[in-house]
């Protein structure tokens, strides 16, 4: 690898952290809202951007390419559901949320679910899903890190994926999430930069689109489809409706990417949000896929999909551009997988440890669970991509689409539909996450030709659906939480009486860490 | 168009051009939302 790669790489984690340190230091850790949400101050560049990129993650350097390589234009389908996740998300659930959370004092997305479906159980359930399917997710992080590490480095496989876990936990304990959010800004822009980069690198190779899809058609004819390889996918529309809603809808139900609505600086701040979002899907979501097709003509020998991205960047940039990609893609696939750790080691021990095991938990003990989890999910990742790596790909399916399965129904409900109960609520996660799990884990999609998402969102919303409406004499939702879903649909300021109530409806975990807060 | 099949070229561009009318449609209806908290300020 060159220096002047390498000058770019170091030059860029310094940025990265340096925009860390100074989001930091400006006031994210004045006050418990402050560490959690970013004071609720962010604006809509900022949540627009964040947002996306959280959402994206290693799998769009990764995943999209290989995808985009080994199928062809068929991958497009997962970026058509894609391009207006952030959109759908905003619009449907980012006001009122903005408005509920506050009313209701909570400050992460488990919480805010116990608050308006009230019962420990919601919590134990949630907070342990959460846990599972973040950790799931950070491995594909890992693996994505380790891969890129290896091949821009040099470097055996081995230790570029120590090297990547070691760097991955040094961002992980930056903490705070005004800290994320802006270097997520920072990133994404570069990510947007980098990839167009690239392609119009590829395309100026190929002498144009139109030039390169006629190559293609020669090498073969069935790639320009939408069915796939030889028609791999012909006629199968379950699998076409899971891979459009799985990254559209199906992020709903992402509790790391709702918690932004959470954070947003007033409920408004959703509609510009919304228009940002758009814009930089619309030119950031199909390109990681297109450049995968094209690096069908670049690279025919190819052995691993999975580096379309890395390798089309290595063979046709200058080092200097090379090395600024080669970073981007490094940071944004470890920004998020500390943002993942962080909130599966936020839960583990706020919304678990504390909650169910110790209640008199110090911040010194909370504080050692959530690293002690983070270390713990770090090393089996490590172990795990190490001895048998599974495609980024599989797993980032895998992952989002039991998330997106045992949520979804919860968050859109939970600011839509007055009569969504705690026993609606409780049985639509289990039997979503359930139905997704077992869909994807016994091969179901290969025989029924339908996407474990597609089963798993029906199960989950059929099963709020009947619970609740069966359950409503014996459990009715609070009048409280009726009352606040109300004024969360209006337009209007939140009633100054909701407000005053925040303070008191903050869970005791919470306000510990408001006093540790407090005293640092 | 650029070498693509009709029904690709419809996923390719249709998807995207549906993204846009949501957008404006939902700019439209979003019109009055300022008035949530027209007292906060809304940074970058």
Redesign the interface.
């Known amino acids: 690898m060159s220096g002047t790669v390498i000058f770019f790489l170091v030059l860029y984690y310094l940025v990265v952290l340096g925009i860390g340190y100074w989001a930091m230091q400006r006031g994210s850790s004045k006050d418990l809202e402050g560490f959690l949400l970013g004071g609720r ?6 949540t627009a951007l964040t947002l996306q990129s959280t959402a994206m993650s290693g799998y769009m350097f990764l995943g999209a390419g290989g995808l985009g390589f080994a199928q062809g ?1 068929w991958a ?2 997962y ?3 894609d ?2 996740s952030g ?2 998300n905003l ?1 449907v659930i980012g ?1 009122r949320m903005r ?1 509920l959370s506050q009313m209701m004092g909570a400050l992460t997305a488990i919480e805010y679910l116990e608050k308006r479906y009230p019962s420990p159980a919601i919590r134990l359930v949630a907070g342990t899903l959460t846990v599972f399917l973040l950790g799931f997710y950070v491995l594909a992080q890992l693996i994505a890190g380790g891969k890129g590490m290896a091949l821009v480095t040099g470097i055996s496989y081995p230790i570029a994926l120590a090297i990547a876990v070691g760097i991955i936990l040094a961002y992980t304990f930056m903490g705070g999430y005004l800290a994320v959010a802006y270097t997520d800004f920072f990133q994404s822009l570069v990510m947007l930069v980098g990839v167009m980069w690239i392609l119009i690198a590829a395309l100026s190779e190929l002498g144009g ?6 190559a293609i ?1 020669e090498i073969d004819p069935t790639l ?3 069915w796939g390889r030889g028609l791999g996918f012909e006629g199968q529309w379950g699998v076409v409706a899971g891979a459009i809603l799985i990254f559209s809808v199906g992020v709903m139900g992402w509790p790391h990417v709702v918690t932004r609505h959470m954070a947003m ?8 949000a ?2 940002w979002a ?1 814009i930089w ?2 030119f950031f979501v ?1 390109t990681p896929y297109i450049v995968g097709i094209l690096a069908i003509l670049i690279l025919p020998g190819l052995d691993d999909p999975e580096m379309a991205i890395f390798q089309v960047a290595e063979q046709l940039l200058p080092a200097a551009v090379t090395g600024l990609v080669m970073a981007a893609i490094m940071a944004a696939i470890m920004s998020t997988a500390d943002s993942l750790l962080l909130q599966t080691g936020s839960i583990a021990s706020r919304d678990i440890y504390e909650r169910f095991i110790n209640p008199k938990a110090s911040e010194r003990q909370m504080v050692m669970v959530s690293r002690g989890l983070v270390l713990a999910v770090a090393v089996i990742g490590y172990a795990v991509a190490l001895v048998e790596p599974p495609t980024v790909f599989g797993i980032v399916i895998f992952a989002t689409s039991v998330l997106g399965s045992a949520f979804l129904p919860a968050y859109v409900c939970a600011v839509w539909w007055k009569k969504a109960n705690t026993p609606g609520a409780l049985a639509s996660m289990i039997v979503g996450a359930s139905v997704a799990f077992i869909w994807e884990y016994a091969g179901l999609v290969n025989s029924t030709q339908i996407h474990p998402m597609v089963t798993g969102v029906v199960s989950s919303t059929v099963t709020m659906i009947v619970v609740s409406l069966a359950t409503q004499k014996s459990s009715p939702v609070p009048p409280q939480v009726l009352e606040m879903m109300n004024v969360a649909a209006e ?4 009633p100054e009486r909701y407000l005053a109530t925040a303070d008191a409806g903050l869970a005791n975990e919470a306000a510990a860490i408001g006093r540790k807060l407090d005293e640092g | 168009m650029f070498g693509l099949p009709f029904a690709t070229t419809m996923l390719v561009f249709g998807f995207p051009l549906f993204w846009i009318l949501y957008l404006v449609g939902f700019l439209y209806v979003s019109r009055n939302w300022d008035k949530d908290t027209a007292k906060e300020n809304d940074a970058s």
């Not at chain 1, 101050?41 to 900022?46: A, F, R, S």
């Not at chain 1, 600086?265 to 510009?272: D, G, N, Q, V, Y």
């Not at chain 1, 337009?491 to 939140?494: A, E, F, Q, R």
């Open positions: 101050q962010v604006g809509p560049i900022t234009y497009l389908w970026a058509a559901g391009i207006g959109l759908l619009s006001r408005k689109l139109t030039a390169a899809n006629n058609a320009l489809s939408v600086s007033r409920p408004a701040t959703a509609r510009k919304g228009f758009t899907s619309l199909p337009v209007g300021p939140i």
